[in-house]
């Protein structure tokens, strides 16, 4: 049986575009163009596990995409990862039943040798207990970062898959009418 790590490394597999931060190795991967205003999401929903990547360019969230210069920038950087990872990204009512075990936010601009344009990226898997996720809600992400436009969101669950693009007067996605 597929683990949905493994699910959603094809799913993401199959969209040259995105990048997944599912391992230390994609971590490294080079980072080619990407489209500012624009974020890169999938999540896949299994049984009840819930999986969320998120590839944002950097320059939308920090306002500076090149290595951090102050000791002050580093800690703006790192707060806005912390941020991102801690966010709730699920409706209030899965929030409550779904734990998040891992959670995970990177960019190389914290590598001072990175130049050139460069990504955050945001890994969150959740556990549910007993019910099956409702819905993934990017509103807060879209209210406090207002340079990106819309998220352009790769979805999986048992039943059905598909594409959808989020944005401020849309932030959210159903997964599960019902459990
Ligand atoms: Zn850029």
């Known amino acids: 049986m597929k683990t949905i790590q493994s699910v959603l490394c094809i799913l993401t597999l199959s969209l040259?575009?995105?990048a997944v931060a599912h391992s230390d190795d994609t971590?490294?991967?080079?980072?080619?163009?990407?489209v500012h205003g624009e974020a890169q999401a999938s999540l896949a929903s299994?049984?009840?596990?819930?999986?969320?990547?998120?590839?944002?360019?950097?320059?939308?969230?920090?306002?500076?995409?090149?290595?951090?210069?102050?000791?002050?920038?580093?800690?703006?950087?790192?707060?806005?990862?912390d941020w991102l990872k801690q966010a709730r990204w699920?409706?209030?009512?899965?929030?409550?039943?779904?734990?998040a075990t891992q959670r995970h936010a990177f960019t190389p601009l914290l590598n001072s040798e990175h130049s050139g344009h460069a990504d955050i990226e945001?890994?969150?898997?959740?556990?549910?207990?007993?019910?099956?996720?409702?819905?993934?809600?990017?509103s807060a992400f879209l209210a406090r970062y207002s340079k990106?436009?819309?998220?352009?969101?790769?979805?999986?669950?048992?039943?059905?898959?598909?594409?959808?693009?989020?944005?401020?007067?849309?932030?959210g996605l159903r997964l599960h009418s019902s459990n």
Do not use: F, K, Y
């Open 148 to 171: 990106i436009d819309r998220i352009e969101l790769q979805w999986l669950t048992q039943t059905n898959h598909g594409h959808s693009s989020l944005n401020a007067s849309q932030p």
């Open 27 to 34: 971590h490294h991967r080079q980072h080619g163009t990407h």
């Open 90 to 99: 699920l409706d209030e009512e899965t929030a409550r039943t779904c734990q």
């Open 16 to 18: 040259p575009t995105l």
């Open 46 to 81: 299994i049984e009840l596990e819930v999986m969320l990547t998120l590839v944002v360019p950097a320059g939308d969230i920090l306002g500076l995409e090149r290595a951090p210069a102050t000791t002050q920038e580093a800690e703006d950087i790192t707060s806005h990862l």
């Open 122 to 138: 945001v890994e969150i898997h959740w556990q549910c207990e007993d019910t099956r996720p409702r819905q993934l809600d990017a």
